[in-house]
């Protein structure tokens, strides 16, 4: 059975520091481009970040550029979301989802995305 496990989120101080994980089970996520997207309470599920499945081309929402950092290890079938200087803002549930493209990745449409993860729960707050 092809599923994406999250792993990392957890509770931190305002300016505090996670790493999150994206790992692949049953599949490879080698030809896949991966997104990190999450959904607050109340709110949309909005694009984080993005790589491709090279690994060679990011992109960012304007609201985590320069605070988190997307990278992927294909010896360990896992794409990581550093995430850095986290705010209350950015308390939410953070999902990763797998896109099988040749080229890019999309950050900011959902349905082009094949396969997601159950989420992981990122709370920011003293």
């Known amino acids: 059975q092809s599923q994406l496990v999250e792993s990392g989120g957890g509770l931190v101080q305002p300016g505090g520091s996670l790493r999150l994980s994206c790992t692949g089970s049953?599949?490879?996520?080698?030809?896949?481009?991966i997104g990190w997207f999450r959904q607050a309470p109340g709110k949309v599920r909005e694009g984080v970040s993005c790589v491709n499945s090279h690994g060679d081309s990011t992109e960012y929402a304007d609201s985590v550029k320069g605070r988190f950092t997307i990278s992927r290890d294909k010896a360990k079938n896992t794409v990581y979301l550093q995430v850095n200087s986290l705010k209350p803002e950015d308390t939410a549930v953070y999902y990763c989802?797998?896109?099988?493209?040749?080229?890019?990745?999309?950050?900011?449409?959902?349905?082009?995305?094949?396969?997601w993860g159950q989420g992981t729960q990122v709370t920011v707050s003293s």
């Open positions: 989802a797998a896109d099988r493209r040749a080229v890019g990745c999309i950050l900011f449409m959902t349905n082009v995305y094949d396969y």
């Open positions: 049953g599949f490879s996520l080698d030809y896949y481009a």
